[in-house]
Structures are given as structure tokens and as C-alpha cells.
């Protein structure tokens, strides 16, 4: 999901900055790294940093890390590095750092051990994602870089106090001199001119108007990322005509791309663009299910919930299933004698399956993403799987049941009535 165009745009303006501009930026990028505050975060506040440095949106900052997250998780590697390297607002040296012995921070050491632990798996997976997640690692430090060289001067770390000179003595009183800064060598500062303390009380000061709210006006570059979002969807309908390539996921990927520019072109602009967020949320979520999920196997036109409380053994059908929604299937209510076989299938929802308590059950539950409760066996994320035989409580004997139940995405639970 993400474009091959966009990688090729970002290396070709980065072909026109020379190596020394580009070591001199990336100094002053670290030397003015962004620092993760404690108001305003969602997990680390990493997000929440990069917006206040740069003066951002941190919405526009936390879509970008999502659609980042849809390349084959680079989104999540570079917010795990992001968490190490940089420092609370309130701490000397970063995570990382301090591990190192640089420094104070307020990031526990097993904390830091477990981040540095978990960015292992996330570099294999930029391993094993190919082109895919190597270009929405690029495409991030690239824009991060290209961030830094347009608003690099904005909201950039206090200076350092200036210097205070030696104790001058006078006949009946000790002062301090203080030096000028740099810049104003002739002393013209105000505050390195040696004047008394002005007497008598304050002048009063006429209160101030407050201004006048300013109207709200139509982003410009929302409007027109939104009529090109129209334009690449239409494209990619005529397109899909003629190559399979244009299927649901990867148009969803293409729009997002499109969205996501134009957000971030309205942040660095000014032009807000904040509206785009309602599409590119919904459209981030679906991609991400498509992308990460088979649902091959569910061959099921249904959507919608499916209840069943079949009586007797002849009326439980071979297989229950549904595309989107819930199935609940009661087999509480089948006689103590025979045997039964059934499946459960469901593509995006929940697979509910409730067996009598005395019989003799063998099943199978799995999801490809959720949570599984399987009679007496529980296990949740990703692939989950458990089989499980039990003879209920009077033992073997009387009704056997047999069941595959299955959710693509969900929760699959099989429990005694």
C-alpha cells in the first residue's frame, strides 16, 4: 500500500541536496530532536512530539504512522524507534541513551530492554516485507528529513542563558555585570543596560480587546486532494477492467496514498486538510483487514447474524456460516445419544457455539485474528488455535459431537450449556 510514485518523487528531490546539506541537517535534527511530552499522548507520546516541534497536527502526524503501519509494519518500527531515541520533556538523554550511561531518564530500564527486544521482530519483518516495507521506511525518514529542512527553525529548543560576567564592586554597593549576547556587541540589549529600578507605581494599562475570532475558511488543498481522491478511484474502476492488480486492496491503498499526501501537504502549508481524516481512518482499517487477513476460506454470501437451536440431530446442519456478523449456534437442546458433525465458519464477526454438558465433544477452534475460549483452552492474537477433546462430566458415552469452528477476524467461543 504503499507507491512506488512517491518513492520515486521523495528520491528525487533528495538527488538535488548536496551531502553537506544533508549532513548538516540531519546534525541539527538531532541536536533539536523532538521530545515526547506527558500531555497529549496516546501510547508514548512520540507522535504527540514530532506535531508540537514541528508545529503540527498531531492527528496528521498519528494518520501518517498508520498509513506507515500498512507497509508491512514500518509504521510500527519506526514508532518503536521513536520510543528509544527520543527523550521526555523532563528527562536529560533518551531511553536508548540512558541505557548507555549518557544520561538521566524516566524510562525503566526493563522498559527500555523489552523496547530494544521488540524492535528484533519488527526489523525481521522489514526483512521478510520486501519492497513493501522497505519503501515505507524510506518514505518516512525521507519525509521526516524534508520535515526537519522546511520547519527545522520552528519551535526549536530554548538557547542557553547568556553569560554572566565578574562582580563589580562600586563604593557603596556589589553588582554583577552581565555580557552581552553575541549578536549586539554595542550592549544595546535591554537587559545588559545598568539602570536603576524605575520608581513609583505602574502606569495603568488600558485592558486588552480581544481580537476578533477568524472566520473558518474551505482548505484549499482538501478540496482538491479530495477531487484527485475521486479522480484515482475512477481511474482505478476503468483500470480494473482491464488488470486484476486493481482489486479492493490495493485501490484502498492508492486512495489512502492520496489522502495522506494532501493531508500532509494542507499541515506544512497551513491549509488545514483535517477533514480528509474521516476518509483516511475507515479506509486505513478496511486496508489493513484486507491486507492482513485470508478470507478466502469463507466462501459464504451471507451477512448477518445466524442463531440456531437445533432439537434433534437430524436438523443440525452441516455447516453455519457468515461473511460478516455473528453465529450462534445452541446445541443444548439434542438428545443424550448419537453424533453430530458441523462447521462453523465466519469471515468478520463472532462464532458462538454452546454443547450439552454431558457429551463427548471433539473440536477445533482457530482465527487467523482474536481471541479463542475452546471449553477449557484459551489463547488470543494472532493465528490462535486450539483442539480440544472432553467427555463432559459423566464421562464417555451418549451424544458425540464434532466441531470445526472458525473466525477469520474475531472471537470463536465453545462453552457446556
Known amino acids: 500500500m504503499c507507491g512506488a510514485p512517491v518513492l520515486s518523487k521523495l528520491v528525487t528531490v533528495s538527488g538535488n541536496i548536496s551531502a553537506a546539506n544533508v549532513e548538516e541537517t540531519l546534525r541539527d535534527f538531532w541536536a533539536t530532536r523532538p521530545r515526547r511530552p506527558h500531555d497529549g499522548r496516546k501510547i508514548a507520546g512520540v507522535a504527540a512530539g514530532i506535531a508540537r516541534r514541528y508545529q503540527l497536527d498531531p492527528v496528521i502526524v498519528r494518520v501518517a504512522f498508520v498509513a506507515m503501519a500498512l507497509c508491512n509494519g514500518a509504521g510500527v518500527l519506526i514508532y518503536l524507534l521513536g520510543w528509544l531515541l527520543l527523550a521526555q520533556a523532563d528527562d536529560e538523554v533518551s531511553a536508548a541513551e540512558s541505557l548507555l550511561g549518557r544520561g538521566r531518564s524516566s524510562t525503566p530500564t526493563a522498559l527500555t530492554i523489552l523496547l530494544g527486544i521488540a524492535v528484533i521482530p519488527a526489523t525481521g519483518f522489514f526483512v521478510d516485507g520486501g519492497f513493501t516495507m522497505v519503501g515505507g521506511v524510506l518514505l518516512s525518514v525521507g519525509s521526516i528529513y524534508l520535515l526537519h529542512r522546511g520547519r527545522g527553525q520552528l519551535n526549536r529548543p530554548d538557547a542557553p542563558a547568556f553569560d554572566v560576567g565578574e562582580p563589580v564592586s562600586t ?59 475521486m479522480v484515482v478511484l475512477a481511474g482505478s474502476l476503468v483500470a480494473s477492467s482491464y488488470s486484476s492488480w486493481f482489486g479492493v486492496e490495493h485501490v484502498l491503498g492508492l486512495l489512502v496514498a492520496v489522502l495522506g499526501a494532501g493531508m500532509v501537504i494542507g499541515a506544512l502549508r497551513g491549509d488545514g486538510g483535517r477533514g480528509l481524516l474521516w476518509l483516511v481512518v475507515p479506509m486505513s482499517m478496511i486496508g489493513v483487514a484486507l491486507t492482513s487477513v485470508d478470507f478466502e476460506g469463507i466462501d459464504s454470501d451471507r451477512m448477518g447474524n445466524t442463531e440456531a437451536r437445533p432439537t434433534s440431530v437430524e436438523k443440525v446442519e452441516a455447516r453455519y456460516a457468515t461473511s460478516i456478523g455473528e453465529v450462534d449456534l445452541d446445541l443444548t437442546g439434542l438428545p443424550n445419544e448419537g453424533s453430530v458433525t458441523t462447521e462453523v465458519e465466519v469471515g468478520l464477526g463472532s462464532a458462538k457455539v454452546r454443547v450439552p454438558a454431558d457429551a463427548d465433544v471433539t473440536v477445533t477452534c482457530r482465527t487467523e485474528l482474536g481471541s479463542v475460549a475452546c471449553l477449557d483452552q484459551k ?26 469452528v472458525r473466525s477469520e477476524v474475531g472471537d470463536v467461543e465453545v462453552s457446556r450449556g
Open 379 to 404: 489463547s488470543d492474537g494472532k493465528d490462535s488455535r486450539e483442539e480440544v477433546s472432553d467427555n463432559g462430566a459423566d464421562g464417555e458415552g451418549g451424544l458425540k459431537i464434532v466441531l470445526d
Open 171 to 229: 563604593d557603596d554597593q556589589t553588582t554583577t555585570r552581565v555580557s552581552p549576547p553575541a549578536w549586539d556587541p554595542l550592549g544595546a540589549a535591554p537587559f545588559a543596560w545598568d539602570l536603576p529600578e524605575p520608581a513609583g507605581t505602574p502606569a495603568a494599562t488600558t485592558p486588552a480587546v480581544p481580537a476578533p475570532r477568524p472566520v473558518r475558511r474551505r482548505s484549499r488543498v482538501g478540496v482538491a486532494t479530495f477531487g484527485a481522491t
